[in-house]
């Protein structure tokens, strides 16, 4: 799982690829925000799936955003969908507010953050699997 700073934000993004391993992985090691456990079984293997997690890591206490991509949905149009999840998380979290008809910059430019988050992260899967 690759982890990334969300900083000024209190909140970490960690990052990986979707299948079985990893669905017992995030459920062994980390838990809602909420505290509660992450049922397996809310986590499906399944061709075209991701998912963002606004989660507590167990070993640290850490708060952050697990997001994970299957094989078919690491494309730009998932990586968009998911970063505004992830944007979501830290707004409805931190505070922070959309304003009407300001342009949101502040949300534009963690949204491009995130989506550069992605973009590392896919990178280096392509340079491990060569």
Known sequence: MKEYELTPYPRK????ILCKETIKSVCKNYNYI????IPEDELKDEKGAAYTLHCERKKD???GIVVLFSAE???APYFAHEAFHVIDCIVNACGLRYVNDT???H???LIQY???CFE???NKQIIRNK
């Open 103 to 105: 342009g949101n910059e």
């Open 114 to 116: 995130v989506v550069s």
């Open 61 to 63: 206490g850490k708060y």
């Open 34 to 37: 909420d505290g509660e456990p």
């Open 73 to 75: 949905s690491l494309n």
């Open 107 to 109: 949300i534009a430019y």
């Open 120 to 122: 590392d992260w896919f």
């Open 13 to 16: 993004l960690w990052v990986e």
